[in-house]
């Protein structure tokens, strides 16, 4: 038996895993969880749960798999595309409607491929959509988008709309090989003709199927999707109210890791959303502060070793741990005595210090009553983002980031 309680165990791994089950394979995001580690997250620590949050739901992973266990999920996000992915993913209808829907939308499209029909909309005029969309593509989309907005369901509607948004992406004029919006090259770009209405088609078809196994497995349960920052507060949690959390945190700022916001901007932009290009800056550490102490050891003393070598990047890394303190800070208190706090965090590198994010997430808990449980240190086979990741902001520009991921344990005392 392991005694240790920090351990590499590859049983984490899910190396074959199908992690596109259920609502998962709805749309794809940087990043996104396995559905396997929340689910056995949630069999271990939250079998008697009747809650549970998620601060940086995303896409709802953890809230999909919440409500196939029988628990009631809470997420929130700042990002209005991931909102509407997770909202989406854990809501259920008749499929018998959805099919009317599915029908009346598929024999549109063909009369509009066979001339039967002609419509006429308004294509939206936001910054910059000519640089990412043909003309043509321009139109089917517009064409598409209008078709949504006239649908009466509004769960109909957040179906619809995820399938639009994922069609927007492989649309558009974007390397889809990099979460950040980098445009194809001229060659790529003349011959690039996509076929915006099979896309989508496909796309409803194959999220069809998803939504069946999820009908079929889903308990008799609620969930809600906030857009609350937790850095902020956390006012429309309860105290000592949630059994279990199971969340992903970002890696660090969005500038020099994940985009979230930028992966999201051509979809937020036709989803209506004003200042979609400045969604990265509002998640954790996108604004920059100038440093000061947090008054947790670990934290300060790894922003002091990355000042050695960079002033700036300490700034930005100084920044990020600031928002997650005030982050856990607050999830400290919905979380009910003897609940569970499960952070599955990654310790990337900046510069030549590796940022140990896992013991940073435990110090914190621990100053807020909680007693460390353990981590389990899994490798990252399947890894839902790029394994080399760009450490600036310059194209091309590549650093290997991390091959493990930690999953920290916390419970509250
Ligand atoms: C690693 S992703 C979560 C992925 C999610 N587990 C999934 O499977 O889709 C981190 C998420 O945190 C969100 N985020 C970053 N800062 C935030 C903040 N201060 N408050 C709420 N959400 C935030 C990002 O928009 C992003 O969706």
């Given at each position: 038996m392991n005694t240790e309680k920090k351990y590499l165990d590859i049983?984490?791994?899910?190396?074959?895993?199908?992690?596109?089950e259920y609502t998962h394979c709805y749309h794809n995001y940087p990043a996104m969880m396995i559905p396997q580690i929340a689910n056995r997250l949630i069999n271990l620590y939250g079998k008697k749960a009747k809650t549970l949050f998620d601060p940086y739901c995303g896409t709802g992973t953890s809230l999909v798999e919440a409500t196939l266990n029988g628990i009631n999920a809470i997420g929130t996000d700042l990002n209005p595309m991931a909102r509407l992915i997770a909202e989406a993913k854990t809501t259920i209808m008749e499929l018998q409607i959805l099919d009317l829907y599915l029908k009346e939308f598929n024999d549109f499209l063909f009369s509009l491929n066979f001339g039967i029909k002609t419509v006429n909309v308004v294509v939206p005029d936001f910054k910059n959509i000519e640089f990412w969309f043909k003309d043509e593509t321009k139109e089917k989309l517009a064409i598409i988008k209008n078709f949504i907005d006239n649908t009466k369901d509004e769960r109909v509607k957040k179906f619809f709309l995820v399938a639009f948004s994922e069609t927007v992406r492989e649309s558009s004029l974007t390397r889809n090989s990099e979460f950040k919006l980098y445009r194809m090259p001229e060659k790529q770009r003349d011959k690039f003709k996509p076929d915006v209405f099979g896309i989508i088609s496909s796309k409803l078809a194959r999220n069809r199927i998803g939504l069946k196994e999820y009908i079929e497995k889903r308990k008799d349960t609620k969930t809600i999707i906030y857009d609350f920052n937790s850095c902020e507060d956390i006012e429309k949690i309860e105290k000592d109210s949630i059994d279990i959390v199971v969340t992903s945190p970002p890696y660090?700022?969005?500038?020099?890791?994940?985009a979230y916001g930028q992966f999201s901007r051509l979809s937020n932009q036709w989803l209506g959303?004003?200042?979609?290009?400045?969604i990265d800056n509002q998640l954790m550490g996108g604004k920059a502060k100038n440093i000061s102490k947090v008054g947790i050891n670990i934290i300060d003393a790894t922003v002091e070793k990355v000042a050695e070598q960079d002033e700036k990047r300490a700034k930005e890394v100084y920044s990020f741990y600031d928002d997650y303190s005030k982050s856990i800070a607050n999830v400290s208190k919905v979380i009910k005595k003897n609940g569970y706090a499960c952070y599955v965090v990654g310790n990337r590198r900046v510069k030549d210090t590796t940022l140990p994010t896992d013991e940073i997430t435990k110090s914190l808990f621990q100053e807020y009553g909680f007693k460390y449980k353990n981590t389990f240190i899994r490798n990252?086979?399947?890894?839902?983002?790029?394994s080399k990741n760009s450490p600036?902001?310059?194209?091309?520009k590549k650093a290997t980031t991390m091959n493990n991921e930690y999953i920290v344990i916390m419970q509250k005392q």
């Open positions: 049983s984490w791994d899910f190396r074959t895993a199908n992690v596109k660090g700022d969005s500038r020099t890791t994940v959303i004003e200042n979609a290009s400045q990252i086979p399947n890894k839902r983002m790029p600036t902001n310059v194209m091309g």
